[in-house]
């Protein structure tokens, strides 16, 4: 016990330690109503985006007889996905990877030029949480008003304006679950099954997640899913330099802040009033005036509050503003803003979101309406025949992404004198033969080939299997093996 | 053990009494969820103890009050299966063999119940698609020793080969060795006779005086050529392909003391419909007639 270096009274007790709870509670966040230029920006992002989401399923889009006729369309049992024009089978999942690659990018990029705007105009989080606001603020009243509820008794005024808040809550959670399903399935149609208790499990069983997850993400959770949830702040820094535009608060011009009072002298002072207005504003509760941090989503309602006051007391706008870390350093010297949005890391994200984004382009536009699948047969591998020859079992699956019928001729390359034959069907046999497939499904042969005894040299041989449009250009080459005892 | 609980000055935690060179070791207990965790597993399992099968009993075992079997629940999916397979069951019932190769649909069906009946029954022996092994012949290629056509097939399967049903395929090819029918000698000769039937032969002597004894003894179940004869179940000796082996000491050993394969009648023991399947799967694996 000579050893120990801690002295008694300064250790903390485990007991005490076990008392702090492990998470701060939230303190809840009002965030006053204002108006100005990014909020005027803020709203028309949401309709828009919501416009997108709400309508986008109702869109019809011919594609003939058998095909569903909706736009935008993910057919989860009769796996297709339906893209306007586009139709993706799901061997070409590979597009949704390409897809979300230049999603990513696309994020890098505009952040590394802007910041957060991703989070602050068109993150569902923000825009659903925007629209939930709006709700709250046209039944409670503003920030003012809402605290006071807050506080207030249970009287049935405050009982009923909450009832309604949370119905109108519920209302638009369920609406947003409803039309997530309208991507899934035909809208019209799962409308009306809907209502009438004809739809699926599925249908009933996502539109309740989609309103509950809604319902308290939206309405409950807000800027704690921002702040807590989200890994997107976590690696901003990453992603920001100081070349990066930012909302920023013009520390060198605000400060020493200290409140208005008459016959101010703002030669002594700097031009914050500390009146909190942009903290009041703030959808996630943070003082911007500390500084970028983790909890900024970049939406910029600080700049409307400021220019708002700064207005009044008749000082230039701007005192929080859209900047770099470059031009604030440059500012305080004394010096002129520069503008810096190409340069080596925008030009990469650009680069890479560039060429991603012309091979999807390019492997769309070359995209094949037919594919051969080959697998050979395990069992035998090989077989010989009575003359000697040797025949291989292949299972040929021809993918017709056409819709209407359509017949092919099959050979393989690789090997001497073979003879290709339907397995169990007679009379198709050759060197070439026509296999028909049927309109937008796959249609699968049992195919034997067969080569002469002495065409052999190794057990196994590469072959090519080679599938031709009959009356049309289509090719599709599928490379397996020959095997023979060797 | 010390009688009194000791408190840790430092943390104020109880000690559990244990000392090594001055070191005491604080006492802390589990944390409670993992305690409720453990205690709802207990008293879940003494629930399933009485609603499923569980005590073994010296010759049986306690079966729970809810009388669950996975044996019984196993047969009750096969029934299921089975209504569910009914209506296919009878087209396949009612079609002739050859009306379920011309229909596309019944073929299909018929294939599949094929496979899966010759994986459950045919494949210990003849192979994963009937790749044949050993003694027992491949479907795959294009040699019957019964025939290859849909008729010969099914009945094949239906009777068996050397079975105990009264319409079984049966021969009994003589032991020309052991009963001292040919010396030695002459085994060997028409032994390289045959062999010569489907290849090149080094020793014309030898298969000149082959072809008299094969003549003799042989054409009359395998033909004059070697060509063999399904009526009689006698292989085709002038194809490549060999059940018990093509080498020369193969064939010699064969003639000396013929080995007969086996295999049991399914009549009986498969239903009509599944032994139709299993003839139209056999059929179209590549070599039927």
């Given at each position: 016990m000579s050893h120990a270096t801690v002295p008694l009274e300064d250790a903390?007790?485990?007991?005490?330690?076990?008392?702090?709870?492990?998470?701060?509670?939230?303190?809840?966040?009002?965030?006053?109503?204002?108006?100005?230029?990014?909020?005027?920006?803020?709203?028309?992002?949401?309709?828009?985006?919501?416009?997108?989401?709400?309508?986008?399923?109702?869109?019809?889009?011919?594609?003939?007889?058998?095909a569903p006729d909706q736009a935008v369309l993910i057919d989860m049992p009769a796996r297709r996905a339906y893209f306007f024009w586009i139709e993706i089978w799901p061997q070409e999942i590979y597009f949704l990877t390409l897809l979300m690659i230049l999603a990513a990018f696309g994020l890098f990029w505009v952040t590394a030029m802007f910041g957060r705007v991703w989070c602050g105009y068109t993150c569902p989080q923000t825009v659903w949480t925007d629209l939930f606001m709006w709700v709250e603020r046209r039944i409670e009243g503003d920030r003012g008003a809402r605290i006071r509820l807050d506080k207030a008794p249970w009287t049935a005024e405050k009982v009923r304006k909450r009832g309604l808040k949370h119905g109108v809550w519920l209302l638009i959670a369920f609406l947003t679950g409803g039309a997530w399903i309208m991507y899934f399935n035909d809208a019209p149609t799962v409308v009306r099954e809907f209502f009438t208790g004809e739809a699926g499990v599925a249908v009933y069983f996502f539109v309740g997640l989609f309103t509950a997850t809604t319902y308290l993400?939206?309405?409950?959770?807000?800027?704690?899913?921002?702040?807590?949830?989200?890994?997107?702040?976590?690696?901003?820094?990453?992603?920001?330099?100081?070349?990066?535009?930012?909302?920023?608060?013009?520390?060198?011009?605000?400060?020493?802040?200290?409140?208005?009072r008459k016959n101010t002298d703002w030669e002594q002072r700097g031009d914050c009033i500390a009146c909190h207005n942009c903290v009041a504003v703030c959808p996630t509760g943070i003082d911007i005036r500390d500084g970028l941090q983790l909890e900024c989503i970049g939406c910029g309602l600080c700049i409307d509050a400021c220019n708002d006051v700064m207005d009044r007391i008749g000082r230039p706008r701007e005192l929080i503003t859209l900047d770099t870390a470059r031009n604030q350093q440059r500012l305080a010297r004394g010096q002129g803003r520069v503008q810096r949005l190409i340069r080596r890391r925008t030009v990469m994200y650009a680069a890479i979101f560039t060429v991603f984004g012309l091979g999807i382009l390019i492997a769309l536009g070359a995209r094949a309406?037919?594919?051969?699948?080959?697998?050979?047969?395990?069992?035998?591998?090989?077989?010989?025949?009575?003359?000697?020859?040797?025949?291989?079992?292949?299972?040929?699956?021809?993918?017709?992404?056409?819709?209407?019928?359509?017949?092919?001729?099959?050979?393989?390359?690789?090997?001497?004198?073979?003879?290709?034959?339907?397995?169990?069907?007679?009379?198709?046999?050759?060197?070439?033969?026509?296999?028909?497939a049927r309109p937008d499904a796959v249609t699968t042969y049992r195919v034997g080939v067969t080569v002469p005894e002495d065409a052999l040299d190794e057990p196994v041989n590469d072959i090519e299997v080679v599938l031709d449009q009959v009356g049309g250009g289509e090719r599709a080459v599928n490379e397996t093996v020959f095997r023979g005892p060797g | 053990m010390p009688t009194k609980v000791e408190k840790d000055a430092a943390t104020g935690q109880d000690t559990t009494g244990h000392e090594w060179d001055g070191i005491k070791e604080l006492n802390t207990p589990l944390p409670k969820w993992w305690l409720y965790v453990l205690y709802a597993s207990c008293v879940y399992a003494v629930i399933w103890w009485v609603l499923y099968p569980s005590w073994p009993w010296v010759n049986t075992y306690f079966g729970g009050i809810l009388g669950y079997n996975q044996r019984e629940a196993l047969d009750e999916r096969i029934a299921e299966a089975a209504v569910a397979r009914a209506g296919w069951q009878?087209?396949?019932?009612?079609?002739?063999?050859?009306?379920?190769?011309?229909?596309?649909?019944?073929?299909?069906?018929?294939?599949?119940?094929?496979?899966?009946?010759?994986?459950?029954?045919?494949?210990?022996?003849?192979?994963?698609?009937?790749?044949?092994?050993?003694?027992?012949?491949?479907h795959a290629d294009d040699a019957w020793i019964w025939g290859g056509s849909l008729e010969e097939i099914h009945d094949t399967i239906a009777y068996g080969v050397r079975s105990d049903h009264p319409e079984t395929r049966f021969n009994m090819m003589p032991r020309y060795g052991v009963d001292g029918i040919l010396e030695r000698e002459q085994i060997g000769q028409v032994a390289e006779y045959v062999r010569s039937l489907s290849g090149p032969s080094e020793d014309p002597e030898a298969v000149e005086a082959g072809a008299s004894i094969f003549a003799e003894h042989c054409a009359a179940c395998h033909g004059e050529d070697g060509q063999g004869l399904p009526e009689l179940g006698a292989p085709d000796l002038s194809d490549q392909i060999w059940l018990y082996g093509g080498a020369k000491d193969e064939i010699m050993a064969q003639v000396h003391n013929p080995r007969h394969g086996v295999m049991p009648a399914w009549v009986g023991r498969l239903d009509p419909e599944t032994i139709k399947s299993l003839t139209i799967y056999v059929h179209a694996l590549g070599g039927g007639q």
């Open positions: 903390v007790s485990f007991k005490e330690l076990k008392k702090q709870p492990l998470y701060a509670a939230r303190i809840k966040i009002h965030p006053k109503d204002i108006h100005g230029t990014f909020r005027k920006i803020k709203w028309t992002v949401l309709v828009v985006l919501l416009g997108i989401y709400y309508l986008v399923p109702w869109i019809r889009w011919d594609r003939g007889p058998g993400l939206a309405g409950w959770a807000r800027e704690q899913v921002c702040v807590y949830m989200c890994p997107w702040p976590r690696f901003q820094g990453a992603l920001l330099d100081e070349d990066t535009y930012v909302v920023t608060y013009q520390n060198w011009r605000g400060e020493p802040r200290a409140p208005l309406s037919v594919d051969v699948n080959v697998l050979h047969d395990r069992s035998p591998l090989f077989v010989t025949l009575a003359d000697g020859s040797i025949r291989n079992g292949y299972t040929i699956k021809i993918l017709n992404k056409s819709r209407e019928p359509r017949t092919y001729t099959l050979g393989v390359g690789g090997v001497e004198g073979a003879e290709l034959s339907v397995l169990g069907q007679e009379g198709v046999s050759g060197d070439r033969i026509r296999l028909e | 009878e087209q396949v019932a009612a079609a002739s063999l050859e009306e379920i190769r011309a229909d596309p649909q019944l073929m299909t069906v018929a294939f599949s119940g094929g496979q899966a009946a010759f994986s459950d029954n045919c494949a210990p022996c003849h192979g994963l698609g009937a790749a044949g092994q050993g003694p027992y012949p491949s």
